[in-house]
């Protein structure tokens, strides 16, 4: 798009339809655009800059605790497939299948990785053999496909790019252990450094991962109050081993089967980021992995001085953060418009009067808060204001979650609330999937998670009355 | 495998065989494993982390130079990879199909992307209109796929990663000079990073990429003689732009097709970096690129102190170097060889008498030279040592490479020489691709690429004697 043309037009507001609000802002804020291939998108720089910098920051923690990468095949044949009963039937029928390589027949089908269990149990089969081969901490980044029917941007794609991390383990204890880390290594990270306030908890059997013995979640809240499973992680016992045949001779000189976790996070968690903090005037990105943290804008930039200050600055702020300069001719109306809608932490502006007095202003891009700060200080005063944007980030994430959670103790207060009433809602759950399904059928709310913390709202079941002991957090969810 | 039962065998020599010498190398040093899926590998935790190093290098300098980062789509519908009549043909024969989404039967088939060309024109027709929005500067790393008959690791597999720039420009011009910087800096990391020293021309017609007007390579020569096409970069024109009707208004106001380049350095830089360095001890790693620069043995680990030495030393080297510290109970002598099979570029041992001597033993992988240094100066040591690998095996493989260039006159002399003597060959070409094509199928060479710097070898062709002004490198190639 011309940069002359492009104008931050009126977006719809997030009050308004929130479902456009939000493909409104992933297209006019350039994280990603409609490609050609039904369900399927082109993830734009911007986008890309901040999955890079996810990447890095998520990779340095899986490296820190003992992971190492690995890049496995983008395809499992059908008979890999299916060797885990319980996995096969989970996402055979969302599967890409590849049936033919150039004008050849293929005689048995490929299918595009939905996820990458087999692939990695194939290889362990491999490679352990001793006690001594153990622990395996492996993770890939990759992209991985599911058929999807109904798609959005970064939410449901049928093409999607995350890290799948997959490890074995001479004990069940001990990959119990990975399991109850790994979901920690996410909540820290959504917490410190997206600035999304997380609850962890563990799935129900009905929300479990196809083959896992149990699945661990972190949950939050968007915006509009519905749900987002923003990470997962799995213990997996050892089903995959003894169906790949996985065996290791233990210490006491006996053959045993590994025990098994897997863990992802996907790109998902740029939605997340969008209907976490986003407002009406776009974006609002995390600073601590924001593209570009800083815009530096000369103002009044045909006065002489102005447009040289502006550079040097931008080059002394390169040291110490992610900037961008921008000297295109375009309005400062302009600029400061879509520099909201990209959600930029923070904006400088430098005119020839704050030259004069050794200064600029800095405007935080989550409360419009103006500074003048002087230009001896920003060293300090720039990381201090980032960080401040990160905490008041978090802090309006977390005062909105609570605002919005709330108990109901019997099933008409849950359906009545469900339908009006969005947020998490805590309610007390007998332990029967049936009560669930009852709960998602005609009450409208899946069950989030079971959170660690657990607190007693009500004797009995939300559903059927009976006595119960579990607090649930309910929901819509994405 | 078992740490304690993994011995490193005898590997087969170079000389002897080497095609399985590479695929020895390849497995014994865990780069890489076979996997379960045909043609398919699995790229191991040193593979993986050797690719990661070459990927921080690369991108920094695709970043230095004003590129950004984009991810497209992993599929293309047949339609679109049909809108380039050149490029369908060379690329229809090799792409795997995808026919089924779960149950469904696709309407339209989708191969996947055995390059992206046909997707970034179908975005670029999106997002370019003046001439405003050019130059744009695009890259994305990934994994394509093409169905190949036989394959090996790194050098041929169905599935590989690579990186993919693709770049659109206001003139033909800036395309061109674009295609011959990207070639530069290939050809700059190839060395600087990579050790292995290329030689820049221009690809024939036969040998350029299917729809570009030209293609520009860098040639390694491998230790047997043979040469590996290590990157290419593509003027392509305005062939795509009118192929996807891409057209921007110019300064003249007039509409206008822009200009296209494209430019891949892939996974197969691996086997490039093995078969250059590598030795019958096994690999040989780059220092600059190498997953660990320095691995830390303590010697006669039992006796007190040694070990809380080595990993004080381990500690402090991690500062500036990439280090490894292996104190398993493995004994010296099988630690040096696996170290010497992953080419670790230094190996430093510390035992009791180095201690009270306040030195280490520092030997250096390429060439086995010891140097007893004082614990005082590893901060200046280590880095001098590791430019030193490097520049040695610079020197090494340009030595070898001169010693195995030569040049021949005639179509008997090149037919002879071409079958007993593994080089680079340097003939004059008449320019018609007739010859070119006899000397494939009789004399078993193809062209490796017109270079920069010509020389007169004789006024004649090599192959139909009339009279010819183009010197050419010759070869067999991987």
């Keep these: 798009m011309a940069e002359q043309k492009k104008m931050v037009d009126n977006n719809t507001s997030m009050e308004e339809d929130f479902a456009k609000w939000y493909t409104d802002v992933v297209k006019k804020a350039e994280l990603a655009a409609y490609s050609g291939v039904r369900g399927c998108m082109v993830v734009r720089p911007y986008g890309t800059a901040l999955w890079e910098n996810i990447h890095d920051e998520l990779d340095g923690r899986f490296k820190a605790t003992g992971h190492e990468n690995v890049m496995m ?159 997962t992680t799995h213990y997996f016992g050892d089903g995959f081993s003894k169906a790949f045949n996985i065996q290791f001779t233990g210490r006491d000189n006996t053959l045993q089967y590994p025990h098994q976790t897997s863990w992802g996070m996907s790109s998902r968690i740029i939605g997340a980021i969008v209907m976490t903090h986003g407002d009406n005037n776009g974006l609002v990105m995390p600073p601590r992995v924001a593209p570009v943290q800083v815009v530096v804008l000369p103002i009044a930039m045909h ?93 309006k994430a977390l005062a909105r979650r609570e605002e919005m959670t709330y108990s109901v103790t019997n099933f008409e207060a849950m359906k009545e609330n469900a339908a009006v009433r969005p947020g998490f809602i805590k309610a007390m759950w007998c332990g029967s999937p049936a009560c669930e399904d009852k709960l998602k059928d005609e009450a409208g709310v899946t069950s989030r998670c079971i959170p660690e913390e657990q607190e007693k709202i009500s004797e009995s079941c939300v559903c059927c009355g009976k006595p119960a002991t579990l607090m649930l957090y309910w929901g819509k969810a994405y």
Tied chains: 1, 2.
């Design 303 to 395: 006065k002489e001085g102005v447009l040289e200050k502006a550079q040097a600055l931008a080059e002394r702020l390169s040291k110490f953060c992610r900037v961008k300069l921008d000297d295109s001719d375009n309005s400062a109306g302009w600029k400061f418009a879509e520099y909201e809608m990209k959600g930029v932490p923070l904006r400088l502006e430098i005119g020839p009067k704050d030259i004069e007095n050794n200064q600029c202003v800095l405007v935080r891009r989550d409360n419009r808060e103006k500074s003048f700060v002087s230009l001896d200080e920003l060293e300090t005063k720039i990381p201090e204001l980032l960080d401040a944007v990160h905490q008041g980030l978090y802090e």
């Design 73 to 231: 095949p983008l395809f499992i044949p059908e008979s890999l497939l299916q060797k885990e009963k319980d996995h096969v039937v989970g996402f055979a029928p969302e599967v890409a299948w590849v049936t033919h390589g150039g004008d050849e027949k293929l005689q048995e089908r490929l299918c595009i990785r939905p996820t990458s269990e087999t692939l990695f149990c194939d290889h362990y089969s491999e490679i352990i053999q001793s006690y001594r081969d153990l622990p395996k901490l492996y993770n890939q980044w990759c992209s991985v496909v599911r058929w999807e029917k109904t798609t959005r941007p970064f939410l449901r794609t049928m093409e999607f790019f995350w890290q799948e991390g997959h490890t074995m383990h001479e004990t069940a204890q001990e990959a119990v252990e990975e399991t109850m880390k790994m979901l920690d290594v996410y909540a820290e990270f959504a917490e410190d450094c997206l600035a999304i306030p997380v609850i962890k908890g563990k799935k129900t059997d009905n929300e479990k991962f196809a083959g896992a013995e149990s699945t661990y979640t972190i949950e939050a809240m968007m915006h509009d109050g519905k749900a987002l499973q923003s990470g």
